[in-house]
Each structure stands twice: as C-alpha cells, then as structure tokens.
C-alpha cells in the first residue's frame, strides 16, 4: 500500500472515530424541569412522575435489555434556566431526547436549543398553543389548553346553570396565561356569556386589591382565574377575603396540591380541567401501577403533572425500542445524533397506552388524547390539608 494511501485511510479512521460518538450506558435521558423557584411548586410534582417511570420502566426491561438513567439539570423558574439546563444535557450529558420545560414560557426559549442541536423534546406540561409548532424536533404530552380549558366552564355551567356575567382574570406576563386566558375568553363568548370584566396581573404580584374591587364592581357569576400556583392561589384568596361568592375556575397554573399552602380554606370549590384520572379506567394497568406506586409513597392521589411527566419518560422508553428494531441495532452501538435523529421519528409513530389513556403523537408532535376530567378541591376542615375531587 502507497504511504499517501494509508495516511489518508489513518487520517478517515481517526476524523470518523473522533465525531462517532456512541451512546452511553445505561441510556441517558434528560429531565429539565423546574426543581428551585415558584415553579417548582408545579416541577416537583414532575420529577416524582419522571422517577416513578424510571424506577417502572426498567424493572420492565429497560430498552429491551438496556437500562436507561434519567439525568436530572434544575431549570428554575425562567428563560435562561431552562436554556441553560438544556444546554448541559445536550452537550455535557449528551441525552439522547429532553422532557421538559415545565413552563410554556420557558419551552418557547429552550426549545429552539434543542430544536437547532436536532434533539427530541417532550413537553410534559407545556399547554399554551403553538409549542408543537416551535420545530421538527419538539412535541409534547400535554393537551393544549384548546381542548382541556372549556371543560371546566361546561362544568361550572352544570353546576351553575344561571351564569350569564363572567370575569376574567390572567397573568399577562406568561405565555401560558396568555393562551388559555384566550381560550377562557372565545369559550366565554362562544357559550353565549358575558364577559364583565377582564383583569390582568403579572406572576409576581402579590397585591390584587384593584383586579378583585373590579370584579366586585361588576357583580360576576363565575370568575375565570389563570395564573401561575403562587399569584393565583393569592388572587383566589383575595377574591374571597373581600366578599366574592360565586364559583370559581382555576386554569392548569394552579392545578396542583401546592396551592393549598397558598389558599388554605379559600382554595375550596376551585373547579379545575384535567388532562388524567388516577382511576380513569380499571382496564388500563398502567394507569393503576403509576397510580398504585405514588400512593404507596405519598399517601394521596397522584396529581396530573407527575401522570403527564411518567407519560413522557414512557414514549421515550417505548420509542427507544422501535429505534432499536427499525435499525436492527442497540442503541448502545449506534451514533447519538443518528438516535436522536429516529427517535425523533419513532416518538410520532403509532399510539402508547399510558396513564393519560391511549394517547399518539402527530408529525407535528402535537398529542392526541382521547379523554379529559373536571375535578374541584375539597378542602377539609382545618382549611390546610384537602384534595381534587373528580366529577362526572
Ligand atoms: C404551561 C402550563 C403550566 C401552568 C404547567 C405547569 O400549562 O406553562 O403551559
């Protein structure tokens, strides 16, 4: 062989060995969600769900044979957190797909991160439209508000058959609010109501002296509230503390027991849409084994950003394994771009039995779901401790 000739075959080797990278083992996963801020009142409920799943998962096999690990990096509460998590699980950890970011705000960020460095992203609670539009490479498992929100009014309605004056009430500075204040308000109008007032505040108000005197002003039948856990559990507070009796709906920033804390007695009656059921279906075993293991641990029920963010972790695991099948390799010994790539593929393929129900994925990464709830918090009488109780 010519010297020139084996140089430039040494040289090919050694520039393919260098940008081949395989995946590790046990398979990482990334996990970016908000585990420090206010926005951990609604993330720790995802890190449950995320580890319930991996402890689940790979007690089932792993990715036929190959366990895979969950690789934890804090988003806190805003843009650069989530950006700044998303980049060292990319390049650092070297994950092979994302779930994450909790908040919708925050996904319009750090998604493009992922977007651009071609890696699969799942949303475990992002609902605010146009998420699944960011890129190729990001979907999510959380039904947009759209679809889940006007569940809550047709209940209130039920419950309440003479509204007619409605106030409506959103944190402005939020992409999430902001959509689903948007749905409350075309579903208001759609169903024939009025909307009396219309009052905005930011996530970081304390104070709603001014929004509740309007709503007082304009003697309402039912008061829409989207906010974030912290801001909108003190404007429900604020709301009953200053006279208003009526019903009260919560959006999906409030849906969790940490605003109990928050609330306390005056958390009450909120009527809250849900995108799962911890007993949605006796037939659906994994649903009951999610289920059965949170409550083991917690001794409650399993609230839905800990159903939505085991469901993430679930489409990864399963979409893993038709990676493996359609390339007829491990994933251990295949590139990490080349996995991400598929994976990305695999994820809108078919349809997962999950907690949340049969769900599937569009070539968007929009989910289809079939089912959705109503539940309203029963407090008990210490006004402290209390729970979601799901309605017909
Ligand atoms: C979003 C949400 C959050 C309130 C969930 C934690 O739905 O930001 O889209």
Same mark, same amino acid.
């Given at each position: 062989m010519k010297r020139s000739v084996l140089?430039?075959?040494?040289?090919?080797?050694?520039?393919?060995?260098?940008?081949?990278?395989?995946?590790?083992?046990?398979? $990482?996963?990334?996990?970016?969600?908000?585990?420090?801020?206010?926005?951990?009142?609604?993330?720790?409920?995802?890190?449950?769900?995320?580890? &319930?799943?991996?402890?689940?998962?790979?007690?089932?096999?792993?990715?036929?044979?190959?366990?895979?690990?969950? &690789?934890?990096?804090?988003?806190?509460?805003?843009?650069?957190?989530?950006?700044?998590?998303?980049?060292?699980?990319?390049?650092?950890?070297?994950?092979?797909? &994302?779930?994450?970011?909790?908040?919708?705000?925050?996904?319009?960020?750090?998604?493009?991160?992922?977007?651009?460095?071609?890696?699969?992203?799942?949303?475990?609670?992002?609902?605010?439209?146009?998420? $699944?539009?960011?890129?190729?490479?990001?979907?999510?498992?959380?039904? $947009?508000?759209?679809?889940?929100?006007?569940?809550?009014?047709?209940?209130?309605?039920?419950?309440?058959?003479? &509204?007619?004056?409605?106030?409506?009430?959103?944190?402005?500075?939020?992409?999430?609010?902001?959509?689903?204040?948007?749905?409350?308000?075309?579903?208001?109008?759609?169903m024939g109501l009025q909307i009396a007032t219309l009052q905005k505040f930011q996530t970081t108000d304390t104070d709603f002296t001014s929004q509740v005197t309007a709503v007082l002003g304009a003697n309402v039948d039912l008061a829409i509230v989207s906010g974030l856990s912290a801001d909108g559990g003190n404007l429900v507070k604020q709301l009953r503390q200053m006279g208003y009796k009526g019903p009260i709906i919560g959006g999906n920033g409030l849906n969790t027991v940490n605003i109990f804390p928050v609330c306390g007695k005056y958390c009450d009656g909120i009527l809250i849409a849900q995108a799962y059921s911890p007993s949605a279906d006796p037939k659906n075993v994994i649903n009951a084994a999610m289920a059965a293991d949170y409550r083991a641990k917690y001794k409650k029920e399993p609230p839905q950003f800990t159903a939505q963010t085991f469901t993430a972790v679930q489409v990864f695991v399963e979409a893993l394994k038709k990676v493996e099948a359609v390339t007829k390799k491990k994933i251990t010994q295949l590139d990490l771009g080349k996995v991400r790539e598929e994976l990305n593929k695999q994820i809108r393929t078919g349809s997962y039995i999950t907690p949340l129900g049969k769900i599937s994925l569009d070539h968007e990464g929009e989910i289809h779901q079939e089912n959705f709830y109503v539940a309203k918090i029963k407090m008990d009488a210490n006004g402290k401790t209390g729970k979601y109780v799901y309605l017909k």
């Open positions: 140089v430039t075959l040494l040289f090919t080797l050694s520039v393919g060995t260098a940008y081949a990278e395989n995946v590790a083992t046990p398979i $990482p996963i990334g996990i970016g969600v908000a585990q420090t801020s206010n926005v951990a009142l609604l993330g720790e409920e995802e890190v449950v769900g995320a580890k &319930i799943a991996e402890k689940y998962f790979n007690a089932h096999g792993g990715i036929n044979g190959t366990p895979f690990k969950l &690789i934890f990096q804090d988003t806190g509460g805003d843009e650069a957190g989530a950006i700044n998590s998303f980049q060292n699980l990319i390049n650092r950890d070297k994950v092979v797909g &994302i779930v994450g970011p909790t908040l919708s705000q925050q996904a319009f960020s750090a998604d493009p991160v992922a977007n651009r460095a071609k890696v699969p992203v799942l949303g475990p609670s992002n609902t605010a439209k146009g998420v $699944p539009q960011i890129g190729e490479y990001v979907g999510r498992v959380s039904a $947009p508000v759209a679809i889940v929100a006007p569940n809550a009014l047709k209940q209130a309605i039920k419950e309440h058959p003479g &509204i007619k004056k409605v106030a409506v009430l959103y944190a402005q500075n939020d992409a999430f609010n902001t959509s689903e204040s948007g749905t409350f308000q075309e579903t208001v109008k759609k």
